[in-house]
């Protein structure tokens, strides 16, 4: 291995661990709001991905169909919760506004000139189309069980990932898909001219968690999902709603997703069931972080990164092996140096 090849493969590492830096990041809000382990966030990668390539090839995505399908049974059951409690028929507020909302994109993906609409705007009702999945998942799924034990969040967890596969091979089909670069030009860097992709990716990366940063350390509602975090029932006590916190973290969850997919699709194919070995390696990083620490659960997800791509190098037959092999030290430390806690009842 010469300079070239190792700056090429750090190159190719650097983008990798940084998006499964953001999946890390994810996983960890997620677990820490909710203690729900979000398996299915891969999926939110493929559907932004695949999306994004739909409608730059002038195809009206089926996903907005499943948008509406979710956004009806949503205010369905808003509208029986209403019905159950003392304000009887009184339509809730947010009803018309779902509504709207699914009615207005369908509209758009249907009249629309895909194929010819900026880049830019492309992305954007990419992230219209995905991002109100993450909430509606939470709301249809996990909110009825949200004070249910851990392991039986984890099974409605993976049941819920099994189903949004085979949803996304009705919607999208089994082929695999790759979209245009954001733009073709490139940073000379000595001997190596760094992809723009790779540029776009990271500096995407980095602005993400800098804005995940100043969102939870200076905004009311960041600083609520850290107390939902820290202590459940004491952000109860203090008027924080849970269900809004659940709500919230699914909506991260599904933006960053969603994004991560949009700036990965034009470096890799990707499919319908692409997501899950891509969450996974998100998963090793948060478990280095020990689901607890966000800045060492994105250092991992680097590390994961690079030794993914060296491995590709030297052992590219086994460079899944290795890559989930390095969860082992670190899950056998924790053993070792944690005290078992139980579980709050």
């Not at 909710?34 to 398996?39: A, Q, V």
């Not at 091979?169 to 245009?180: D, N, V």
């Not at 969450?279 to 020990?290: D, P, T």
């Not at 997800?301 to 491995?311: I, K, N, R, T």
Request: glycine content about 8%; aromatic content about 10%.
């Amino acid at each position: 291995m010469n300079f070239q090849i190792a700056m090429l493969l750090g190159q190719d590492g650097v983008t990798n661990g940084a998006i499964y830096a953001l999946l890390a990041l994810s996983i960890l809000l997620v677990f820490t709001v909710t203690r729900i382990l979000l398996i299915p966030l891969g999926e939110f990668v493929t559907f932004g991905a695949l999306t994004m390539a739909a409608l730059q090839a002038g195809e009206p995505t089926r996903l907005v169909w499943l948008l509406l399908a979710l956004t009806l049974v949503d205010c369905a059951l808003d509208l029986l919760a209403a019905f159950r409690s003392a304000r009887g028929v009184r339509l809730p507020k947010w009803v018309p506004f779902k509504l709207g909302y699914a009615l207005l994109l369908l509209v758009l993906v249907q009249n629309l000139p895909l194929a010819e609409l900026p880049m830019a705007m492309q992305a954007i009702l990419t992230l219209a189309l995905v991002v109100p999945l993450g909430p509606q998942m939470y709301r249809l799924f996990f909110q009825p069980i949200a004070a249910a034990h851990s392991l039986v969040l984890l099974i409605v967890s993976i049941a819920v990932h099994v189903a949004m596969v085979g949803v996304g091979l009705l919607l999208f089909g089994p082929e695999g898909a790759r979209t245009r670069p954001f733009s073709e030009a490139g940073l000379a860097l000595g001997p190596v001219v760094l992809n723009s992709q790779t540029l776009w990716v990271i500096a995407v990366s980095l602005g993400l968690i800098v804005a995940l940063f100043l969102f939870f350390e200076r905004s009311l509602y960041g600083k609520a999902l850290r107390a939902t975090a820290v202590n459940r029932m004491g952000a109860r006590l203090m008027g924080i709603s849970p269900t809004l916190a659940g709500k919230a973290t699914f909506a991260l969850a599904s933006l960053i997703g969603a994004l991560s997919g949009i700036l990965i699709a034009p470096i890799t194919t990707l499919y319908f069931d692409s997501g899950f070995i891509i969450s996974l390696k998100g998963f090793v990083g948060a478990i280095i972080g020990g689901l607890v620490s966000y800045p060492v659960a994105a250092l991992g997800a680097l590390a994961v990164g690079l030794v993914e791509a060296f491995s590709m190098f030297w052992a590219s037959n086994y460079k899944e092996v290795i890559v989930f092999t390095l969860i082992i030290p670190f899950l056998l430390w924790r053993s070792l140096t944690s005290r078992h806690v139980e579980e709050e009842e």
